[in-house]
């Protein structure tokens, strides 16, 4: 009866060897993945180390009367761990799976073939200092500054409808005679005119023309646009003078939270009534403010850094419903006036439960 026992013993032992050693191959295998896990939290009324690796302060004004602030206003971060030289083994992937402040993403969404890991980190920290002009001049334009803004073509596109008739630094100040006071709505207006021409006028070598230029049908997941074909930027021309000193960071997503730091430095009183508040999300000139990657590690992150609130972009409320960390509170916002208007709810201690949150959306 001994004998039976020994042979089950012996087929469970190697078992156990066949798992371990296909475990210990699983930890050495590349992956097509990389993981999403919070990264730092960095408060826009504090400081920030420079290159120097000194501390000075996030933001900082010269040319208007700043005031003493209070509490919070967190920008969040994620950090990628991964790339195309060295990617997670999937023991690593296994235990990101079953963490909640975690994601498993392709490696080709966050690296694109092609794209060298140099490459991406150049073109995050071009978006960022794009992020914090536009946060900046989404800040002034709510408190009555002119931002001299100039909408300049950077280049049209080979065989685009623009090409041949558009060159770099044109200056385009008007479309179909209404002033072009933004690329958003420069790109609005060719929208508008749904495939018809439209008339541009533009500063060209302190010359001024008007060129007109046929939109060019473009469909896409079902959306139709109206392209001109050109790269545009936005100069500005500001009374004062912001600096945003934050290294190691990329990306366009801290605006919306650049944004409110700068108005709550040049404005009396404390923004957020002295409370901790985080948030993410792009911004543009007109204070709309848009969606960002990594909405649940943010979470996360801000949850972790003590935030009680966090401002969340509407247009990512669906990655947001039912990932919510205990302890935070989240509030949905569109614009940078709903983000103040929530900022005010909080700041006087009122109910914030009446504040616009993300839901699920009915059947």
Not at 78 to 92: D, H, Y
Not at 248 to 255: D, E, F, L, Q
Not at 305 to 316: C, E, I, Q, R
Not at 325 to 339: N, W, Y
């Amino acid at each position: 009866m001994e004998r039976p026992r020994a042979g089950k013993l012996g087929l469970g032992v190697w078992a156990l060897i066949v798992a371990l050693a296909a475990l210990a191959v699983l930890t050495f295998l590349p992956s097509p993945y990389v993981i999403q896990r919070p990264g730092p939290v960095y408060d826009t009324l504090g400081t920030a180390k420079n290159a120097d690796g000194e501390q000075v302060p996030l933001i900082s004004v010269e040319g208007a009367e700043t005031y003493e602030t209070g509490g919070t206003l967190d920008l969040t971060t994620v950090q990628v761990v991964g790339n195309r030289e060295r990617t997670p083994s999937w023991f690593e992937l296994a235990l990101a799976w079953l963490d909640s402040s975690r994601a498993v993403v392709p490696l080709d969404s966050v690296f694109p073939e092609g794209v060298t890991t140099e490459q991406r980190d150049e073109r995050n920290a071009t978006l960022m200092v794009d992020s914090q002009h536009e946060a900046t001049a989404a800040a002034l334009n709510e408190l009555g500054y002119d931002t001299g803004a100039q909408v300049v073509v950077v280049d049209a596109v080979e065989d685009s409808p623009a090409n041949g008739l558009l060159e770099p630094d044109d200056v385009i100040t008007a479309v179909d005679g209404t002033p072009v006071t933004s690329a958003t709505r420069l790109r609005e207006a060719i929208q508008d005119a749904g495939g018809d021409p439209v008339a541009l006028t533009v500063q060209r070598d302190g010359a001024e023309q008007v060129v007109e230029v046929t939109p060019e049908k473009h469909e896409e997941g079902g959306t139709t646009t109206w392209l001109v074909g050109i790269t545009l930027r936005t100069d500005y021309d500001f009374e004062i003078d912001v600096t945003i000193q934050l290294d190691n960071v990329g990306g366009p997503s801290a605006g919306m939270m650049f944004a409110l730091g700068i108005i709550d430095t040049l404005t009396p009183g404390e923004l957020n009534g002295g409370k901790d508040v985080a948030g993410t999300g792009t911004i543009d000139a007109e204070g709309d403010v848009g969606p960002i990657g990594g909405i649940r590690q943010k979470l996360y992150g801000a949850r972790d850094a003590g935030a009680d609130y966090f401002l969340a972009p509407a247009s990512n409320c669906d990655e947001v419903v039912g990932h919510v960390p205990d302890g935070l509170q989240v509030i949905r916002t569109a614009t940078l006036e709903e983000s103040l208007a929530a900022l005010d709810v909080i700041a006087d201690g009122g109910d914030t439960s009446g504040l616009p949150t993300c839901e699920i959306p009915a059947t």
